[in-house]
């Protein structure tokens, strides 16, 4: 006899729908899989077996072919399992077959017939909805219990959470018994929605707070270069704390991508703040920026709409770090096989920190630097002249000092600075609203010329800087940008003289001083 079960697998982070068909008719006792299932699906006949057996059903002893189309879309992990077993209980005429053809079934099985929870449940719940308005009329999803939240989420379809295989036989008999799980998504983004750090925690270090803030501000990329301990890292956490707040489409983008990588816990459901990766300097191409035999992302897609923080930035590959010139250009990553394209999203703010050289102390006081001009060159070399033409803000960040650290007077917190930015993103956003532009740090030549015009003091200003300090030609562009966006934090429609002398000494990198 012949039992339908309609299912989802997932092809990067885009899920798509499998019709899963099992066939039960006479031969000698067997189970083949057939279209395209990887080693974890073609595992899964043991899996089933086990977990029929011990649910207290009967294992037909007769031959069993299951087909999984499309048959030409590889498919892989665990979660066809309970619609497998399923498919066998109705084609094994223990369960109304029937019933089954109004389900999304998905869950990976224990051998005791429990459900195990499994990744990439939002993106299949996104994707109902959509096929709801083609051709497909089903509503319901049956999920393991560990993946309801998750697919709440997503108002539009009725989530059915299961603990075990026997309870969805039951509940398929008698689905009058049973109500939708159901998730109150504006109080669950609102309590998400908090971070563990903020910015008053920093102590002293006003001026790279302030860069930061200024980067925030115009979306600008940024480098802090200086000494070990000088709080490089503890100022790169607090980033997020200070970006404009997730929309509720933003979250589920960022959620989508946690949760096809499997980062996504059972209590969360939606993740409502925004990411902070931190990779280790050791990290390969592959895993920053997404790839693979079938592409999965990398960490510059889950750190998508928050921030990438790259520490020792010398200290990568330099095939690494190339990687990222392209995704920091288009705002994501797209990856190419021989049958299909890949696309992840990769819009993130990029925050970098290094030691002004090898041993770390040049320019320190008190601290001998034991480096000698050749090291220095050859260190700060490793990074590429094009990566850098992508960070707009370089940021020398000193050695605290102990009276600050004992200086117990009051700073601003993340919610002070945060509203500051929220109004300067605000101008950003009327300004380029015919553009196709949202930020500063996202304006081309040509828009760096109509939006940052200066008067004659502030070009003389600006010649004058560049000549004496021997600034790059990279570094002129890169100075409008953020003296617009220094601007536009003080409400000044015009670029004034001591926005561009802010702006200027935001160009560490370019002076003879570090080259």
């Not at 002004?356 to 000698?372: D, H, I, M, V, Y």
């Not at 300090?469 to 429609?493: M, P």
């Amino acid at each position: 006899m012949l039992a339908k079960v309609f299912s989802f697998s997932l092809l990067g982070i885009e899920a798509y729908p499998v019709e899963i068909e099992v066939d039960v008719s006479r031969g000698l006792p067997a189970m083949t899989v057939v279209g395209l299932a990887d080693t974890a699906i073609k595992e899964s006949k043991e899996r089933v077996k086990s977990a029929i057996k011990n649910s207290g059903f009967k294992w037909p002893n007769e031959r069993i072919t299951v087909n999984l189309a499309p048959s030409d879309i590889k498919k892989e992990g665990a979660s066809l399992d309970l619609a497998i077993a399923l498919g066998i209980l109705g084609a094994s005429q223990q369960l109304d077959s029937e019933r089954l053809l109004n389900y999304y079934i998905l869950g990976e099985l224990s051998l005791d017939g429990s459900l195990r929870a499994i990744t990439g449940v939002l993106p299949i719940s996104l994707t109902i909805p959509k096929l709801n308005s083609q051709e497909s009329k089903i509503n319901n999803l049956i999920v393991p219990f560990a993946n309801a939240k998750e697919a709440g989420v997503v108002e539009q379809i009725n989530v059915w959470p299961m603990q075990t295989l026997k309870e969805t036989v039951e509940f398929l008999n008698n689905p009058t018994f049973y109500q939708p799980f159901k998730l109150d998504l504006e109080e669950l983004f609102k309590k998400q929605a908090r971070y563990k750090v903020d910015f008053s925690e920093v102590k002293g270090q006003s001026l790279a707070k302030r860069a930061i803030e200024v980067a925030v501000a115009g979306g600008h990329n940024i480098l802090l270069i200086g000494p070990p301990g000088s709080g490089k890292t503890m100022l790169a956490k607090r980033i997020p704390t200070i970006m404009p707040d997730l929309t509720l489409e933003e979250a589920l983008e960022i959620t989508k991508i946690h949760s096809v990588m499997g980062r996504l816990s059972s209590e969360d459901g939606l993740i409502a703040t925004r990411p902070f990766r931190h990779p280790h300097h050791t990290i390969s191409d592959i895993a920053l920026v997404g790839g693979g035999s079938i592409p999965q992302p990398g960490e510059i897609s889950l750190a998508h709409a928050g921030v990438l923080f790259l520490d020792e930035l010398p200290e990568f590959h330099r095939d690494s770090l190339e990687a990222l010139r392209q995704p920091l250009e288009e705002g994501y990553i797209r990856i190419s096989r021989i049958k299909k394209s890949f696309i992840f999203p990769a819009n993130f703010m990029l925050v970098c920190a290094m030691n002004p050289c090898p041993c770390g102390f040049l320019g320190q006081k008190g601290s001998a630097c034991r480096c000698n001009s050749s090291q220095i060159y050859k260190y700060r070399a490793k990074v590429s002249g094009p990566l850098l033409d992508r960070i707009d803000i370089h940021l020398e960040v000193p050695a605290i000092r102990f009276q600050e650290l004992n200086n117990d007077l009051p700073s601003d917190s993340s919610s002070q600075i945060k509203e500051r930015i929220n109004k300067a993103r605000f101008i950003q956003r009327q300004r380029f609203k015919d553009e196709g532009i949202f930020y500063n740090a996202q304006m081309s030549h040509k828009q760096i010329r109509k939006f940052c015009i200066l008067g004659k003091n502030e070009f003389e200003l600006l010649k004058k800087a560049m000549e004496e300090l021997n600034l790059s030609a990279r570094a002129y562009d890169k100075i409008l940008k953020v003296a617009r966006t220094v601007a536009d934090l003080a409400g000044s429609e015009l670029i004034k003289p001591e926005h561009l002398c802010e702006a200027i000494q935001y160009r560490s990198l370019d002076r003879d001083f570090f080259i």
